[in-house]
């Protein structure tokens, strides 16, 4: 396990800390273990605990799980770095998967530099010199992954954009990928057949003396019971979920390969997330669990996961950095992180990228 690696090297390990109860959700609620409140600003939800202590600055550096996005949208929400790598580029032996075909290990950090320290230790390798700004050239998909941003979102993103052009990254705008929203619906279809399998696994393999159903109706987290019931009682054929894995998922992946060859890119470029920050208390349970976005009410898990699956589905390593401008805004809602993505296994290549673009971020300001 990497937990296991780390300590071997020397690594000192702080604790557990509190995620979503089953790892299903980016609420930041756990009925058992109370809920995540954002140390900066507590009326705020901070998703993952360990992504709370990195920003908090009481250790430096959290492993996390990612299936769909949760642990970089934590990062977003604490304005931290995170690190989503090629699945089994790190030791991933961990517990229980809620995908077998999406879920990895994350590194939490407050800095690029942190990270590359951390991975230069678990590879046991130096990565190479940091990238010029105008060796660097990056994708940017209009359709969809652009669409529906909030209006503070779209500014501080869009400004970043045009700063980074200004110093030299090379840009690609007007080409796209055909269907993507259609293809992107695959993850969905893959976590609702594979969370149960793996849920199962996990109990036959800890010999626990507990059905499925048992597990479920122990959650006490009503935004949880609520999700899972409706997996339960939604369960996916076989048919259909692997038409989602070898059909869909797999044309999602050529799809993204040919569009970096034609436009000879080193990563794509995105807001982690497409909403501001949300208050805990601002998940309206009597509507299905939404949040206000955009002057409409929305699915907060839903609306939370919508850039960041594409990365998931398609197995592409991906690192979320926080727009810095000098000190953090005041206004909490205010703070926004870009996600960086590539090819899969070009994980060495993506951190150069993000070391640069943040170096060029804390130069500007």
Same mark, same amino acid.
């Given at each position: 396990?990497?937990?296991?690696?780390?300590?071997?090297?020397?690594?000192?390990?702080?604790?557990?800390?509190?995620?979503?109860?089953?790892?299903?959700?980016?609420?930041?609620?756990?009925?058992?273990?109370?809920?995540?409140?954002?140390?900066?600003?507590?009326?705020?939800?901070?998703?993952?605990?360990?992504?709370?202590?990195?920003?908090?600055?009481?250790?430096?550096?959290?492993?996390?799980?990612?299936?769909?996005?949760?642990?970089?949208?934590?990062?977003?929400?604490?304005?931290?770095?995170?690190?989503?790598?090629?699945?089994?580029?790190?030791?991933?032996?961990?517990?229980? !998967?809620?995908?077998?075909?999406?879920?990895?290990?994350?590194?939490?950090?407050?800095?690029?530099?942190? *990270?590359?320290?951390?991975?230069? &230790?678990?590879?046991? !390798?130096? /990565?190479?010199?940091?990238? /010029?700004?105008?060796?660097?050239?990056?994708?940017?998909?209009?359709?969809?992954?652009?669409?529906?941003?909030?209006?503070?979102? /779209?500014?501080?993103?869009?400004?970043?954009?045009?700063?980074?052009?200004?110093?030299? &990254?090379?840009?690609?705008?007007?080409?796209?990928?055909?269907?993507? #929203?259609?293809?992107?619906?695959?993850?969905?279809?893959?976590?609702?057949?594979?969370?149960?399998?793996?849920?199962?696994?996990?109990?036959?393999?800890?010999? #626990?003396?507990?059905?499925?159903?048992?597990?479920?109706?122990?959650?006490?987290?009503?935004?949880?019971?609520?999700?899972?019931?409706?997996? !339960?009682? /939604?369960?996916?054929?076989?048919?259909?979920?692997?038409?989602?894995?070898?059909?869909?998922?797999?044309?999602?992946?050529?799809?993204?390969?040919?569009?970096?060859?034609?436009?000879?890119?080193?990563?794509?470029?995105?807001?982690?997330?497409?909403?501001?920050?949300? !208050?805990?208390?601002?998940?309206?349970?009597?509507?299905?669990?939404?949040?206000?976005?955009?002057?409409?009410? &929305?699915?907060?898990?839903?609306?939370?996961?919508?850039?960041?699956?594409?990365?998931? *589905?398609?197995?592409?390593?991906?690192?979320?950095?926080?727009?810095?401008?000098?000190?953090?805004?005041?206004?909490?809602?205010?703070?926004?992180?870009?996600?960086?993505?590539? #090819?899969?296994?070009?994980?060495?290549?993506?951190?150069?990228?993000?070391?640069?673009?943040?170096?060029?971020?804390?130069?500007?300001?």
């Amino acid at each position: 396990m990497l937990v296991s690696k780390l300590q071997n090297l020397g690594a000192l390990i702080a604790g557990k800390t509190n995620m979503n109860e089953m790892g299903y959700g980016t609420s930041g609620r756990n009925y058992y273990h109370n809920d995540m409140p954002n140390h900066k600003h507590s009326d705020y939800s901070a998703i993952e605990g360990g992504a709370a202590l990195v920003s908090n600055e009481s250790v430096d550096v959290a492993i996390g799980t990612d299936t769909l996005g949760v642990s970089r949208i934590a990062a977003a929400s604490n304005q931290i770095v995170c690190y989503k790598p090629t699945i089994n580029r790190y030791p991933n032996d961990y517990g229980f !998967k809620m995908s077998q075909s999406m879920s990895t290990v994350t590194l939490q950090t407050r800095s690029m530099e942190d *990270l590359i320290f951390i991975d230069d &230790v678990i590879q046991g !390798k130096n /990565n190479e010199k940091v990238m /010029n700004l105008s060796e660097i050239k990056l994708g940017i998909i209009q359709d969809y992954m652009q669409e529906d941003l909030d209006p503070v979102v /779209n500014q501080k993103f869009n400004s970043f954009i045009k700063t980074l052009e200004l110093n030299g &990254v090379n840009f690609i705008r007007n080409d796209g990928i055909c269907n993507l #929203l259609t293809l992107l619906r695959a993850s969905g279809t893959i976590l609702q057949y594979e969370y149960f399998r793996g849920l199962q696994d996990y109990i036959d393999k800890n010999s #626990l003396d507990k059905t499925i159903e048992q597990l479920i109706d122990k959650s006490q987290t009503a935004q949880t019971r609520h999700y899972l019931f409706k997996l !339960k009682d /939604n369960r996916m054929s076989e048919l259909r979920y692997k038409q989602a894995l070898f059909i869909q998922r797999a044309e999602l992946i050529e799809k993204m390969q040919e569009y970096f060859m034609r436009n000879n890119l080193d990563a794509i470029i995105y807001p982690t997330m497409v909403c501001k920050p949300f !208050k805990l208390k601002g998940i309206q349970e009597e509507f299905g669990y939404k949040i206000n976005h955009n002057e409409r009410q &929305v699915s907060q898990l839903g609306i939370s996961l919508r850039n960041t699956r594409l990365s998931s *589905l398609a197995n592409m390593p991906s690192i979320s950095i926080p727009i810095k401008s000098g000190i953090q805004d005041i206004d909490f809602e205010k703070n926004v992180n870009f996600e960086l993505a590539s #090819l899969t296994w070009n994980d060495r290549k993506l951190l150069r990228i993000g070391q640069a673009l943040e170096k060029d971020i804390n130069t500007t300001q």
